[in-house]
């Protein structure tokens, strides 16, 4: 016989996710538990999206969006079961914690204790964040700071043969509670917008693109400096048009910093994740205390940052977040865990476990990571290199499950005799983050973060990466 529950449905619009749930929240995670779960976790989400997109002088695209619904976990031993629904309803809500426990072979019972004891007081980290949806921009004033944006890179560009802007607001509310006492809300708004551009004469291309974004500023889009982004995309545009292709072979490199650090988040970054300890696809697992980079390498991930694209009041597992050191001085000090890595890998939670909705299972994923500043200017660096690569700026690449990688430089120039000398373009970086930790023997002192979006196995998360402008010592660099 299938319990029912009695509680009435709570309102879903308007209004929040609030203690009024708390009664309906309390059945459901008991039931759970006398059941036969461990824990059972449910994540309840409100989202609001805008997304516009601007083509030379027109606006083609307008994606607003809307959802609401829930994701429910439940845990027995080291394995777990999930269910998402976008029926709130006392029914839809039971119907999902009986499916996802019966991934686990386990039934609703009519009548049985839990051991669950029921929720604390609501840790609300949303009271503050009211207004930011309705203090955001709408979409006139969204439409009017793209199009000026493209105009001005029509004003300062060259050969543009296209021009773009993009802008994205998403504001989600989440509530999270679990049989192990969690119980928290939060209200999250982040915003994003890009310019992108072709430049073409006759056999000559280039195409350079930059993002800016930022978590928690409902005024963002109002305060963004379009004519120095303009300025910054139609520069390094110009001076790619022209420029010879590189040769290839292995040498030296200075990497940028701000979004140069996108290299050690996909190659290293993901390699310090529980997921992969899960998986046994690092080749850093069971070598915390070991050197695995160079003694200039200090490595850190946090989601503590004001404004910045990863960070975050709590996790979506309902944990507040916390500084966590990867790497001091080159050796390995812990891994990013959620529930289920510290389940199952022994590693302690850190605040990391994320989720792009209520779609995905939370997962320990990377929030603002970066590579730490060190004593030196970005001249020394340079003037360290007889010969080598400067890479200003870091475009797209592709990574595999143990850290082998290949990304694209967008904007580079050769180094002669430790001085920048001519541009050159179709440089790629092709290496492997076991092999390239140690040969970064050099951090400059201007770090420097950068916004960017990551996906894995719990979707598509907001994520900053960063660094100082950096030295290595050598790695393979594909041209012609």
Known sequence: MVASLQLPDPPLSPGQFDRSWTGRLEELLGLGRAAGADLVEVFLERTDHLGVLAEQEAITSVSPAFGMGAGIRVFRGERDGFVSTNDLSSGGLRNALEQALGM????LLSHGRSGFEGLPELRDFGSDKVDWLSSSPALAEAT??????????QRHGHHLQSRRGSYARDWQEV?????????????RLHQSLGLNVLAADGEHRSS?????????RPGHLREWDAEASALEVCDSAGTMLYADYVEAGQMPAVLANR???VIFHEACGHLLETTQVERGTTPFAGRVGEPIAHEAVTAIDE???????????MDDEGMEPQRTVLIENGV????LSDRAGELRTGHPRTGSGRRQSHGFAAASRMRNTFIAAGPHSPDELIASVDRGLYCKSMGGGSVGPTGQ??????EAYLIENGRLSRPVKGATLIGEAKEVLPRISMCANDLELAAGFCGSVSGSIFVTVGQPHIKVDAITVGGR
Request: charged share 15%; proline share 0%.
């Open 104 to 107: 686990l072979g386990l039934e």
């Open 332 to 335: 390995l000090q812990r891994f």
């Open 303 to 313: 989601g503590l940052t004001g404004g910045a694209f990863g960070s975050l009041s």
């Open 175 to 187: 509530l999270v509670a679990a049989s192990d006492g969690t119980f928290a809300r939060d209200v």
């Open 208 to 216: 350079v693109g930059r993002r800016y974004g930022s978590s928690g």
């Open 144 to 153: 009017g700071r793209l199009l000026e944006g493209t105009a001005l890179l």
């Open 405 to 410: 990688f290949n990304f694209a430089v967008e």
């Open 259 to 261: 979004f140069g650090g």
